[in-house]
Each structure stands twice: as C-alpha cells, then as structure tokens.
C-alpha cells in the first residue's frame, strides 16, 4: 500500500496503518494521503431466496499522519476521499408472490488525535460524519408473464360428460379466465446503482495542549442486504425469490492538518434557531 507524504515548513514523520512515529518537529501544515483506488470494502450478497434474509458486512482502516503542536493551539483537519457505492436488488416470481429487496451501503469517518508516546485520545468535532450513504429498497407484487392459454369450459360437456371422463369433449366457450385457463412464467424485475464520488469534511481539534499527536482519519464502511418475502402471499399461491446485493468502499483518501489560532470566542457549538 502506497503511502504519500507533504510537509511545509520542516518535515514530520508519517505513516499509514502503522503505531507512531518516533518524533516530529514543530510545523505548521502537514498531510498525508493513500492513492490505492480501493482500501477500506464492504460487501454483503444475497443471491436467489424464497425466504426472509439478511447479511451484514462492515470494514474499517485509518490514515495517520504526525504533528507538533504548541500551547493552546488549534487544528483545522480536513478529510476528503472518494467513496463508492454499488446497490443491486431483484425480484422474480408469479400468481400474486410479494417481497421486499433492501440494499443499504455507506462510508463514514471519525477524526481522532493521540499524544505520541501514550496518552488519551481525543475526538475531533463534530465527531463521526456520514460520508456518503445510500439505502436502495425495490417492493413489488408479481403477477407473472402470461405463457400460454386455452378457451374451454373447465365442466360438463354437452353429452353430461365431466373433465377425464372418456369420452369428453372440451367446448370453447368464447371467454378466457386468466387465473383458470392460462399458464405463466416468472416475471422478474431489479434495479442497479452504481456510484462514485468525492467527499469532504472539516474538523477542528480545539485548546490542544503542547507535544507531538498523531491524528487519524479512522474510515469505516458497511453494507447489508436484506430480503423480505411476504409470506401471506405465498400461502396464497403466489411464487416469489429475491436477491440483494450492496458494496461500499474507500478509494483515494487525504487528511490535512493546519497548526491555527482561531480569534477568541470564534468556536462555538450552536443551535440554529427558526424564527
């Protein structure tokens, strides 16, 4: 896994996926970023099911980089990343088969800063942030593809004969009842998305006390697939199989940290108040 770094200023040891850094000098920017299209993936599958199911799959990775920092600084984090989502869901059956197909993926990303040499880590604010996320759900009802069908009676012929006596003779009557006289094929129906784009997001690390802290971009992603099949309808006669599949995943990401000094009373947690 490659692993990029820039340093204005002086340099400053980075790393990904690794403890820490022995030391860092003082600077006042510094990054780090992954170019491997696919890091941090999720993927649950639910292939052709006539029952209710429901898998799911989560992984989770991080990126850190290494800064210096003097008394009662702040840090401005910027995370961005590229996240790809991929939902798929279908439905197959016939005579009135129901079901629900679910597919849910997301990407999310928690900002963390630990002292070098231990200590306890602190969240950045505003916490975890939804990166992306999508929730895909295909509901449908089946009635099936009309196959073949053929006019008749069903009953008692003009010579008082019924249905497998010998002898008996079917008359068209004109009229075709589709329930009685025809025969179906499944009918299917699916929806696919595919997605990918990049996101970013600010965090900030106020009053941090003086020392070197490694901060890191934790990533997490998450994927289920679910079906639902609506057992009323096939105890009614309907035939029905689901299928749902759902993929999330981290591509190329980026963290960034400046060394700040915001102006005093400018950071504030405040609720938007509609008048």
């Not at 009229?175 to 997605?195: K, N, P, R, S, V």
């Not at 490694?214 to 289920?224: G, L």
């Amino acid at each position: 896994m490659k692993l990029n770094t820039l340093l204005l200023a002086v340099s400053i040891a980075s790393s990904a996926f690794s403890a820490h850094a022995a030391g860092a000098a003082s600077a006042k920017f510094a990054a780090a970023w992954n170019d491997n299209p696919v890091n941090f993936v999720s993927v649950a599958v639910i292939p052709d099911v006539i029952a209710d199911a429901q898998v799911v799959a989560t992984n989770d990775g991080y990126l850190i980089t290494t800064i210096k920092v003097p008394q009662d600084k702040e840090l401005l984090v910027g995370v961005s990343a590229e996240i790809g989502l991929t939902t798929d869901t279908s439905l197959k059956g016939k005579d009135g088969g129901a079901a629900k197909a679910i597919a849910d993926g997301s990407a999310w990303v928690l900002l963390t800063a630990t002292p070098v040499g231990g200590g306890d880590s602190v969240n950045a604010a505003p916490g975890a942030v939804m990166l992306s996320k999508r929730i895909q759900e295909l509901n449908a009802t089946l009635g099936g593809v009309l196959d073949t069908c053929t006019d008749s009676t069903g009953g008692m012929d003009e010579n008082g004969l019924m249905p497998g006596d010998e002898g008996y003779v079917d008359t068209p009557d004109g009229t075709i009842d589709a329930a009685l006289e025809c025969t179906t094929t499944d009918e299917q129906i699916g929806l696919m998305q595919d997605t990918l784009a990049s996101h970013h997001f600010n965090f900030i690390l106020p009053n941090m006390d003086a020392g070197n802290y490694e901060i890191r971009a934790h990533f997490m992603t998450r994927a289920s697939a679910e079906v639902d099949i609506d057992e009323v309808s096939v105890a009614e006669g309907g035939t029905i199989s689901g299928s749902s599949y759902a993929k999330a995943f981290v591509g190329k990401h980026m963290v960034t940290v400046q060394q700040v000094r915001a102006v005093k009373g400018s950071l504030a947690d405040v609720d938007i108040v509609d008048n």
